[in-house]
């Protein structure tokens, strides 16, 4: 049994199909990427699982259950954690406090919540600015904020909406390292990112989205060969002149 | 560690000065002004859970101060009820009009909500103003029963009075402090701070929102049933008001919002300035408090919008230089 499991999944707004019967498995300790360009619907169809929209047709099941429509927290409950595209840190609490919000998803004990921010923050590296205002971190540690809170719900997988985007090469390197550590510890991921070198060396699978429909879905290796593939990114004219060659 | 115990040791300071203040300064008046302070700083403390705490502003608490106030008199009038149980009473139906409010209320975002809770404090007050069972605009003069501590009626001192405002205060303030600390403080400050963040962590925020309406409804009623016993008189017009609304929106902002002292800073402020113009002025002064009120919260929300208690973070952050 696959531990998320989206059936036929459609989403519509108005006249607009942001997602077009999308299928996808992700399998326990499996790193899946998601990837496709501007517009593909791709935080469209994390927004239909995660509970931040309803889907208009389909299923989402998790764990066996179907979890469609399931509002944003009790998603959350069932253990499915998401970062934001555009992080969303409680800028007026501190990194520690931050993380705590995440971690009483599991507990109702503040000095348990504490401790499992600390780990959390520890396995982020974010230990030694946890007494900072999470406002003043940098662009870098905020996504590593986002990605501690997530984690701190204790998900079975965790869904990062492009986590690494925006990051230099180290930040961007440190970025993947982590990704890969969570995986370790027995987390799915699904991963949302545009930019395909961060995905295609950690992705265990790849899925391409391109006008909301799913135009390929294979190992990385295979993906980046994939004729659909690259006219969705490059365009037909390109596509056009390598099959000249 | 050594902060805290510092911290400690001021409260206990604190604590057994205002026990023995009303020993020392024995005339009515000092006691009168203490009285109002801890009255308003609960009445901070109350509303700094949803407002400050849960960033839900409410123009509209009086309903709640109300609620209590009528619904221990008219239980201590109609039926003999002593007002101790009329104000649990009172608390307990705050806590019922609170959901009423919320209801609907909550699905408002940010100025919305303040404007809502704004216009059902009018229709709150309107209703009180037509209603000839409750005394309607004439209002109820409380009867005067033998002092004791089960009628909660003292006639020959304040001292009593004194006593149970400032248990009243302690109470607002552990409560603060145990929120501050536990998972509600975490999940209000949360859902302030970021609605959608706070879902995908798992907070139903609605419900929360609720939990923090409802405890900020419930203390703020027992001060309304507290001030019914305390002057013995209450109409529409003194415990249903938005002016009373928007000054314990006014202490908790001027003294710094989402904190413990914040509330308690404002009313130690706010109150004397509110007395001592009183008497200098009389009724023809009426408003000179809320001029200077305004002001106030001019100055402080140019230069320091965290209110009174963002300068002491100031200066600590100075001193650690």
């Given at each position: 049994m696959p531990l998320l499991e989206v059936q036929e999944l459609s989403k519509r707004f108005g006249g607009l199909?942001?997602?077009?019967r999308i299928n996808l498995q992700v399998n326990e300790g499996e790193i899946i990427g998601l990837i496709g360009p501007n517009g593909a619907g791709k935080t469209t169809l994390f927004n239909c699982i995660a509970g931040f929209y309803p889907p208009s047709e389909g299923t989402v099941r998790f764990k066996g259950e179907?979890?469609?429509?399931?509002p944003a927290n009790e998603v959350c409950l069932m253990g499915i954690a998401r970062t934001f595209q555009i992080v969303r840190v409680?800028?007026?609490?501190t990194v520690l406090d931050n993380v705590m919000v995440g971690a009483f998803n599991r507990t109702n004990l503040a000095a348990k919540a504490k401790q499992k921010a600390l780990e959390v923050l520890d396995f982020c590296g974010l230990s030694p600015k946890k007494?900072?205002?999470?406002?003043?971190?940098t662009i870098a540690d905020k996504k590593r904020l986002e990605f501690a809170k997530a984690l701190a719900t204790a998900p079975s997988l965790l869904m990062l909406?492009?986590?690494?985007?925006?990051?230099?090469q180290t930040e961007t390197a440190e970025a993947v390292e982590l990704v890969k550590k969570v995986r370790q510890s027995g987390i799915s991921i699904l991963l949302v990112e545009h930019v395909m070198e961060v995905v295609m060396p950690i992705s265990d699978r790849v899925m391409v989205l391109d006008y909301g429909k799913k135009i390929a879905e294979d190992a990385p290796e295979r993906v980046i060969n994939n004729e659909e593939v690259i006219k969705a990114y490059l365009g037909d004219k390109y596509h056009a002149s390598r099959r000249g060659h | 560690m050594g902060r805290n115990k510092n911290q400690w040791i001021w409260l206990a300071i604190g604590a057994i000065l205002l026990l023995i203040y009303p020993l020392i300064l024995t005339l009515p008046f000092p006691r009168h002004l203490m009285i109002m302070i801890f009255l308003y700083a609960s009445l901070g403390l109350a509303w700094n859970l949803i407002g400050?705490?849960?960033?839900?502003?409410?123009?509209?608490h009086a309903i709640f101060f109300g609620t209590g106030a009528y619904t221990s008199t008219l239980m201590l009038m109609?039926?003999?009820?002593?007002p101790w149980v009329g104000m649990l009473a009172g608390g307990l139906i705050s806590i019922g009009i609170a959901f009423i409010i919320g209801y609907?209320?909550?699905?408002?975002?940010g100025h919305y909500f303040a404007i809502a809770t704004i216009a059902i404090g009018e229709i709150a007050q309107q209703w009180m103003l037509n209603w000839d069972w409750a005394g309607a605009a004439v209002g109820l003069t409380l009867p005067i029963l033998p002092e004791s501590l089960i009628n909660l009626e003292?006639?020959?001192?304040?001292v009593p009075y004194y006593y149970i405002a400032f248990g009243i205060f302690a109470l607002s303030i552990l409560i603060t402090y145990w929120i501050d600390r536990s998972k509600l403080g975490y999940y209000f400050k949360a859902i302030k701070g970021d609605l959608e963040a706070a879902r995908s962590l798992g907070i139903d925020v609605t419900r929360y929102k609720f939990y923090a309406l409802a405890l900020s409804a419930f203390f703020t009623s027992l001060c309304g049933s507290f001030y019914a016993q305390y002057v013995l008189f209450i109409d529409p017009d003194s415990v249903f008001p938005l002016i009373l609304s928007i000054v314990i929106c006014l202490i908790a902002t001027l003294g710094?919002?989402?904190?413990?002292?914040g509330p308690v800073i404002g009313a130690f402020i706010l109150i004397p300035i509110s007395e001592f113009t009183r008497i200098h002025f009389?009724?023809?002064?009426?408003?000179t408090d809320l001029i200077i009120y305004g002001f106030l919260i001019m100055v402080i929300s140019i230069?320091?919008?965290?209110?009174?208690i963002g300068l002491s973070k100031l200066f600590k952050k100075k001193e650690a230089q």
């Open positions: 199909v942001a997602n077009d179907n979890i469609t429509g399931l409680f800028k007026d609490m007494g900072m205002l999470a406002g003043g971190l909406d492009e986590a690494i985007a925006g990051l230099n | 400050g705490y849960a960033g839900q502003i409410s123009f509209g109609k039926g003999g009820i002593s609907p209320c909550f699905k408002l975002a003292f006639h020959s001192s304040k710094g919002v989402g904190t413990i002292w009389g009724g023809g002064g009426k408003g230069y320091q919008p965290f209110g009174v």
